[in-house]
């Protein structure tokens, strides 16, 4: 399964709210996962289930979405939010990660 | 509180097999659902991975990448080892393991991370 992340950079102020968007190339029901990468990190799980939050994942962080169409919402967004995310899918094998969105200062 | 490191070396040869090894605390894998996986990273490129070995010795691999990889457990030492033969200049870049802990087949917690660089 081919996962897409349309745009590989989104441009946001900060306190404005970030809309990323990952899409399978067929469906995966609700089986996707969001990370969190910063420079020189490893990547941190914020989502699971499409839409359940990690452990410790502020509240400004949501995902929804099912089948091949899935979204990552970050409301007002704070310094460190500005990061890449991946999606993941994990409906089939192997397991595929998108290409990534960087979420950068306007 | 779940931790996992990964060691290895920093640089090998082409054409040679590159071993790494996970160590991690905080969880067993002889616990039901339990799970260490390998992730892999080329410098500023995405996440790809490699390698799942579930708590009931279940191995699952890159498709791509099978015949070159083999992930193995020490359930009493709590290791998971990683093998990747013939190893390429493309191959270079962190390499990742990380803990699955059930319910889904996402990784909740990640090691730091250990750059692997090929070269002659």
């Known amino acids: 399964i081919v996962m897409t992340q349309p745009p590989a950079t989104l441009s946001v102020s900060p306190g404005e709210r970030a809309t990323l968007s990952c899409r399978a190339s067929q469906s995966i029901s609700s089986n996707l996962a969001w990370y969190q990468q910063k420079p020189g990190q490893a990547p941190r799980l914020l989502i699971y289930?499409?839409?359940t939050r990690a452990t410790g994942i502020p509240a400004r962080f949501s995902g929804s979405g099912s089948g091949t169409e899935f979204t990552l919402s970050i409301n007002s967004l704070q310094s460190e939010d500005f990061a890449v995310y991946y999606c993941q899918q994990y409906n089939n094998w192997p397991l595929t990660f998108g290409p990534g969105t960087k979420v950068d200062i306007k | 509180q779940i931790t996992l490191k990964e060691s290895g070396p920093t640089l090998v040869k082409p054409t040679q097999t590159l071993t790494l090894t996970c160590f991690f605390s905080?969880?067993?894998?002889?616990?039901?659902?339990?799970?260490v996986g390998w992730v892999r990273q080329p410098p500023g490129k995405a996440l790809e991975w490699l390698a799942l070995?579930?708590?009931?010795?279940?191995?699952r691999y890159s498709p791509s990448l099978k015949s070159r990889l083999t992930i193995t457990k020490d359930t009493s030492k709590n290791q998971v080892v990683l093998k990747m033969t013939n190893m390429d200049p493309v191959d270079s870049g962190t390499y990742y393991c990380?803990?699955?802990?059930?319910?889904?087949?996402?990784?909740?917690?990640w090691g730091q991370g250990t750059l692997v660089t090929v070269s002659s």
């Open positions: 905080g969880f067993s894998l002889s616990t039901s659902q339990m799970g």
């Open positions: 289930g499409a839409s």
């Open positions: 990380a803990h699955r802990r059930g319910g889904s087949i996402s990784f909740y917690s």
């Open positions: 070995i579930f708590w009931d010795d279940d191995k």
